[in-house]
């Protein structure tokens, strides 16, 4: 029984699964790095036998998570990309996905370009109107797979109204809910069948982790994602879940800050003179601000915003940041800043990048939690050369 269960976000990230340990009454949960378990007689053995099938920071760790998500199961990976990867053996050659036309650039490598040579069959399609999923819905349909807000352009979609249509032809609902976090975004309170997280963002948060999760309250596919986390094994290790349980305590009150700073950054941006047009879906400028605010608690640390002119004034600025650090990745408490079509959007094919609005002129912020001036000088100074 979790004593935790009704009570509120902050609570359950920094005790579920984390009690005193009975020997020594630890506060902090320990980091068992034992890879193996000792066995009375052979087949009898306490909880554990080996660290593949099961370990007990992990454990604490993908149980925690999943009591944010509001999940019954959690499983945690060692990347975003071993999640999901894990997540699509449970399907088989012949079975067909629809995906968004948007999403994080590696995802979609690992869709295009080696699950494809599984026999796994692929659609992309524009998520933002649910119709478009219902068209391209086929016999063998096993999968619809969201990215809300996407990456990069943060185009959102109805979780509601997607699962309920899946829900009419028996399809899963896989909804990656890496940008919002599970402080802003709930994906199966809206009828998802399984929500993936790349844990190396927000639920770490400090940039020194790769990690991944599922989370899904449905008992079957629970039951498949343990046997193929087990068979081909790529589970979180001892240290980093012990790194990103821990940083789990912290989830809320990171997110808040991140949050006010990206109101803030996204209003500053939108008044500038060089910066053409702003994307975060907390301001009402956005396509979708009321879905935004039906579907999520909060808006998130992600902006993406157009500089005007081209490729050079963009790498003006992006040389020019001083507090904002220009690298790859998001979510961690430092501001990074990134060109998308450069450097995290590459792998998708250049006529796609630009018909999705990936352009030269487009660059992606993860707002962290400095201090909000700081940011905001630190943009001024950089558009200004
Ligand atoms: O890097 P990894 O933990 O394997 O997670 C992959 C991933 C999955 N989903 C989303 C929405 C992501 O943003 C990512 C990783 N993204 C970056 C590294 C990036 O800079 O966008």
Same mark, same amino acid.
């Given at each position: 029984?979790?004593?935790?269960?009704?009570?509120?976000f902050e609570?359950?990230?920094?005790?579920?699964a984390?009690?005193?340990?009975s020997?020594?009454?630890?506060?902090m949960p320990?980091?068992?790095l034992?890879?193996?378990?000792?066995?009375?007689t052979?087949?009898?053995?306490?909880k554990?036998?080996?660290i593949r099938a099961?370990?007990?920071t992990?454990s604490?760790?993908?149980?925690?998570?999943?009591?944010?998500?509001?999940?019954?199961?959690g499983?945690?990976y060692?990347?975003?990309c071993?999640?999901?990867t894990t997540?699509?053996?449970c399907?088989?050659a012949?079975d067909?996905?629809?995906?968004?036309?948007?999403?994080?650039?590696?995802?979609?490598?690992l869709?295009?370009k080696?699950?494809?040579?599984?026999?796994?069959?692929?659609?992309?399609?524009?998520?933002t109107?649910?119709?478009?999923?219902?068209?391209?819905?086929r016999?063998?349909?096993?999968?619809?797979?969201?990215?809300t807000?996407?990456?990069?352009?943060?185009?959102?979609?109805?979780?509601d109204?997607?699962?309920?249509?899946a829900?009419?032809?028996?399809?899963?609902?896989a909804v990656?809910?890496?940008?919002?976090?599970?402080?802003?975004?709930?994906?199966l309170?809206w009828?998802?069948?399984?929500?993936?997280?790349?844990a190396?963002k927000?639920?770490?948060g400090?940039?020194?982790?790769l990690?991944?999760l599922l989370?899904t309250?449905?008992n079957?596919l629970?039951?498949?994602?343990?046997?193929y %986390?087990?068979?081909?094994?790529a #589970?979180?290790?001892?240290?980093? +879940?012990? @790194?990103?349980?821990?940083?789990?305590?912290? !989830?809320a009150v990171?997110?808040?800050?991140?949050?006010k700073n990206?109101?803030?950054?996204a209003?500053?941006l939108?008044g500038h003179?060089?910066?053409?047009r702003?994307i975060?879906?907390?301001?009402?400028s956005?396509?979708?601000?009321?879905?935004a605010k039906?579907?999520?608690s909060?808006?998130?640390?992600?902006?993406?915003f157009?500089?005007?002119s081209?490729?050079?004034d963009?790498?003006?600025f992006?040389e020019?940041?001083?507090?904002?650090?220009l690298?790859?990745s998001?979510?961690g408490?430092?501001?990074?800043v990134e060109?998308?079509?450069?450097?995290?959007?590459?792998?998708?094919p250049p006529?796609?990048?630009k018909?999705l609005g990936?352009?030269d %002129?487009l660059?992606?912020?993860s #707002?962290?939690?400095?201090?909000? +001036?700081? @940011?905001?000088?630190?943009?001024?100074?950089? !558009?200004?050369q």
């Open positions: 029984m979790d004593q935790f269960k009704n009570m509120g609570t359950k990230a920094i005790h579920t984390q009690e005193p340990d020997e020594f009454g630890s506060v320990p980091i068992h034992s890879s193996t378990y000792a066995q009375s052979p087949g009898t053995f306490k554990y036998d080996y099961g370990n007990p992990r604490s760790y993908s149980k925690c998570v999943a009591a944010l998500e509001g999940a019954e199961h499983f945690a060692s990347s975003g071993a999640a999901t997540l699509m053996q399907f088989k012949g067909h996905i629809i995906a968004g036309d948007d999403m994080y650039g590696g995802t979609f490598r869709f295009d080696v699950l494809r040579k599984f026999g796994l069959e692929f659609s992309f399609v524009d998520l109107n649910p119709e478009n999923f219902e068209k391209a819905i016999p063998n349909t096993r999968l619809v797979w969201l990215e807000p996407t990456n990069p352009t943060l185009k959102i979609s109805d979780i109204a997607i699962s309920k249509i829900q009419q032809s028996k399809i899963l609902t990656d809910n890496t940008f919002m976090s599970p402080y802003f975004q709930n994906p309170k009828g998802a069948d399984v929500v993936m997280h790349s190396t927000y639920i770490n400090h940039s020194d982790v990690g991944g989370l309250n449905d079957s629970a039951e498949d994602l343990s046997f %986390t087990l068979s081909t094994g #589970v979180a290790s001892p240290f980093d +879940s012990y @790194l990103a349980l821990r940083s789990l305590k912290t !989830l990171r997110m808040q800050t991140h949050q990206a109101i803030a950054v209003e500053f939108e003179s060089a910066v053409e702003v975060y879906p907390g301001l009402s956005h396509p979708q601000y009321d879905l039906k579907q999520m909060g808006f998130g640390g992600m902006i993406t157009y500089v005007k081209g490729l050079n963009a790498r003006r992006l020019n940041v001083k507090v904002f650090t690298a790859e998001l979510g408490v430092e501001s990074l060109h998308p079509a450069i450097m995290t959007h590459a792998s998708i006529d796609k990048r018909a990936i352009d %002129t660059i992606r912020l #707002v962290g939690i400095e201090t909000q +001036s700081d @940011l905001i000088q630190d943009l001024d100074q950089a !558009l200004s």
